[in-house]
């Protein structure tokens, strides 16, 4: 089992794009963020046509959260337990910022965590409170792949230059801290020789190398034992009309996941 997590900067204007991704690279579970619409919008028969169902969790034009899976699509969520909310003003509101569903036998999460914007800012506060209660939430003894945009760079090497970061946020000691804590919930963070996911479009940092790995897939024991290999799909960052992230891919050994499911 293929599964990939991909924030594609906006669904509708890279749909054909992530239709052939997905079958250039034989990919059986998509978890894309940032889709960037609401459900009556996003791009259905694409991903119908290419033998994807498709569960999107989008109520504006601003965050968006799918799993596209050809393995089955059961027990669809629109958030985890105790999911926080954000508002600048008024009653906090939960956002589109999680999707969960059982394909194949595997419990699949697509996750966008805050952006946190300033150290000090209310957003960042919140991106905490958002990843203390995603932790809260986890079942470590599921087969489970907790995919998505964490908005951290856990180590001094997931950056291009750590000094440039002094003062921002995605590298300060308490957004690692919680990342850290997923952790040691009992997920393992699955790993690959490249070194960076994310290259802004500004500056050409994409051009000079200059990014940042923020994009993971956290599995539970059970998937950490079935891992067979994992990569960044550094192509697709390449060309006219490219999302400023590359999807990261994992491939579970499907012989081992069929013998969990019959014991």
Same mark, same amino acid.
């Given at each position: 089992?293929?599964?990939?997590?991909?924030?594609?900067?906006?669904?509708? /204007?890279? $749909?054909?794009?992530?239709?052939?991704?997905?079958?250039?690279?034989?990919?059986?579970?998509? %978890?894309?963020?940032?889709?960037?619409?609401?459900?009556?919008?996003?791009?259905?028969?694409?991903?119908?046509?290419?033998?994807?169902?498709?569960?999107?969790?989008?109520?504006?034009?601003?965050? *968006?959260? $799918?799993? %596209?899976?050809?393995?089955?699509?059961?027990?669809?969520?629109?958030?985890?337990?105790?999911?926080?909310?954000?508002?600048?003003?008024?009653?906090?509101?939960?956002?589109?910022?999680?999707?969960?569903?059982?394909? *194949?036998?595997?419990?699949?999460?697509?996750? @966008?965590?805050?952006?946190?914007?300033?150290?000090?800012?209310?957003? @960042?506060?919140?991106?905490?409170?958002?990843?203390?209660?995603?932790?809260?939430?986890?079942?470590?003894?599921?087969?489970?792949? @907790?995919?998505?945009? @964490?908005?951290? $760079?856990?180590?001094?090497?997931?950056?291009?230059?750590?000094?440039?970061?002094?003062?921002?946020?995605?590298?300060?000691?308490?957004?690692?801290? %919680?990342?850290?804590?997923?952790?040691?919930? *009992?997920?393992?963070?699955?790993?690959?020789?490249?070194?960076?996911?994310?290259?802004?479009?500004?500056?050409?940092?994409?051009?000079?190398?200059?990014?940042?790995?923020?994009?993971?897939?956290?599995?539970?024991?059970?998937?950490?034992?079935?891992?067979?290999?994992?990569?960044?799909? /550094?192509?697709?960052?390449?060309?006219?009309?490219?999302?400023?992230?590359?999807?990261?891919?994992?491939?579970?050994?499907?012989?081992?996941?069929?013998?969990?499911?019959?014991?």
């Amino acid at each position: 089992m293929r599964i990939a997590t991909w924030n594609v900067n906006s669904v509708r /204007t890279r $749909a054909e794009r992530i239709a052939a991704f997905l079958e250039r690279r034989d990919i059986d579970v998509l %978890a894309m963020q940032e889709t960037k619409t609401t459900d009556e919008k996003f791009p259905y028969s694409t991903f119908l046509s290419a033998g994807y169902e498709v569960a999107h969790v989008g109520y504006s034009q601003w965050n *968006g959260v $799918a799993i %596209a899976s050809r393995v089955g699509l059961d027990n669809v969520r629109d958030s985890f337990a105790r999911q926080p909310g954000f508002a600048k003003e008024g009653a906090p509101a939960v956002e589109a910022r999680a999707v969960g569903a059982n394909c *194949g036998g595997v419990e699949v999460w697509s996750l @966008y965590v805050p952006n946190g914007r300033a150290i000090g800012d209310p957003h @960042y506060n919140y991106k905490l409170q958002f990843l203390y209660s995603l932790r809260d939430s986890i079942d470590p003894a599921t087969a489970a792949v @907790y995919c998505g945009d @964490y908005n951290i $760079a856990p180590r001094d090497e997931d950056v291009w230059d750590i000094s440039w970061f002094e003062g921002k946020t995605h590298v300060t000691e308490p957004e690692r801290a %919680a990342f850290h804590m997923l952790i040691e919930s *009992g997920l393992t963070q699955v790993t690959h020789e490249e070194r960076y996911s994310f290259w802004d479009y500004k500056s050409m940092r994409f051009q000079r190398n200059e990014g940042m790995l923020i994009d993971f897939q956290l599995v539970s024991e059970a998937m950490g034992r079935r891992l067979a290999k994992a990569w960044v799909d /550094t192509d697709e960052r390449h060309g006219k009309g490219a999302s400023d992230h590359a999807p990261v891919i994992a491939e579970f050994d499907a012989l081992e996941l069929a013998l969990d499911n019959v014991r």
